[in-house]
């Protein structure tokens, strides 16, 4: 039976390379992309698909939309139950704060969801999971690390389980010291050394922020808290399990998004989609896990803290307060340590009170912790 699968974020990085993964399975697996959807890239995303005339292009460009393509010129629908009413599988890559509502409907409405946003599973994680698990479906990480956990932990007792362990590359700034990193331009921090993704996890990840984010993204996920970070400079191990017998699983492979892409879609079944040479033992000698500097990484840090408050309302503390951090960091509004100065500010006014359950809260709470930080953006260099 054919799967029927929609994409959000079609257009950024790991959009992109969810529909090379869906181009090799063709005539591999049994799928249908039905729509793809973009935020302002509409008019490239259109044309590769203008002559589908099942296919279904959203995006909120002014597009010519001349083919055989459906085309929907407004992303708003995708907030919508009724979108994925026909849909088996929602890929979500939308990045930021825009792809948590997306991440409910999709489950509302019975689909798989297979997602990259992070913000879904730290800011409104716990009521996601508590969804899905109503509804008897699956959530299947795409991001490097939670997709190893994922891979080892399939057909484990949960209780077993005794920690998890993510690893950290370490970003653009992880050989410089405190100072070096201070005085160095926002540009410096878009350069990663192994990954290529996009400037908002870029940054996260030159400040640890993304392994702030990853670690409530694993809890959540995996109902496991003793969860813990290595630096891992040669990005070839990406998560671990450790179990109460004394032994340890590791998930290995060469640093390229579109091996758990085409896993998360796959699973069980693996193919050789020609996508990276293959990793064996002999190719791990030498290599290195380090703990990471929360001196000079202070919002892997917060991260950290919010893991152990356990709260949907601190991790959407969190996201709204790095998201508009960044921003501003981005434009020169704020330097490095700028950055987890505002989100620990953020943090200690909101982290504490009412939990959210409902996408208004998420919103509420949203708006509140990023107005506040405008209001005392100044404060914060």
């Known amino acids: 039976m054919t799967k029927r699968i929609a994409l959000l974020g079609a257009t950024g990085s790991v959009g992109r390379q969810a529909l090379e993964v869906l181009e090799k399975l063709k005539g591999i697996a049994d799928y249908e992309l039905v729509f793809a959807a973009c935020s302002e890239r509409g008019e490239e995303l259109y044309r590769r698909f203008a002559e589908d005339e099942n296919m279904t292009v959203i995006s909120n460009a002014d597009v010519r939309a001349e083919g055989k393509a459906e ?3 407004s992303t708003e629908c995708l907030n919508f139950v009724d979108t994925y009413s026909d849909v088996d599988v929602v890929i979500n890559a939308i990045g930021g704060s825009a792809g948590v509502l997306p991440s409910v409907r999709a489950l509302e409405a019975g689909s798989t ?4 946003n992070k913000e879904s599973l730290v800011a409104f994680g716990m009521n996601i999971m508590r969804l899905a698990k109503s509804r008897k479906l699956s959530v299947i990480p795409l991001d490097s690390e939670h997709s190893a956990l994922y891979q080892c932990l399939i057909g484990e007792d949960m209780s077993s389980v005794e920690s998890l362990t993510i690893t950290a590359s370490g970003g653009a700034f992880r050989d410089m010291t405190a100072d070096e990193i201070a005085s160095a331009p926002a540009a410096a ?19 640890l922020m993304n392994k702030g984010l990853e670690l409530i993204e694993a809890k959540n ?7 813990k970070v290595k630096m891992h400079r040669e990005s070839v191990v990406h998560g671990a399990a450790s179990f109460r017998d ?12 579109r091996i758990p892409i085409a896993y998360a879609l796959t699973a069980p079944l693996r193919y050789d989609l020609g996508f990276a040479a293959p990793v064996g033992l002999g190719d791990m000698s030498g290599f290195t896990f380090d703990e ?4 000079r990484f202070p919002c892997l840090k917060l991260g950290e803290l919010v893991l152990k408050m356990d709260t949907d309302r601190s991790g959407a503390v969190l996201v709204a307060a790095d998201d508009v951090a960044v921003e501003k960091y981005l434009n020169g ?10 989100v620990e500010d953020a943090l200690a006014h909101f982290a504490a009170g009412d ?7 998420l919103e509420s709470i949203t708006k509140e912790v990023k107005e506040y930080i405008l209001e005392n953006i100044g404060g914060y260099n």
């Open 333 to 342: 509004e704020l330097g490095f340590y700028g950055v987890s100065r505002a």
């Open 221 to 227: 996920l995996f109902g496991i808290r003793d969860i």
């Open 292 to 295: 990471p500097d929360r001196g």
């Open 246 to 257: 004394g032994s340890l699983k590791i998930y290995a492979s060469r640093p390229d998004m």
């Open 71 to 73: 085309y929907v010129a």
């Open 355 to 361: 939990e959210i359950y409902t996408a208004d809260d």
């Open 189 to 207: 921090a878009l350069k990663h050394p192994t990954w290529s993704m996009g400037r908002k996890v870029t940054v996260d990840s030159a400040t």
């Open 113 to 116: 969801l297979v997602t990259a």
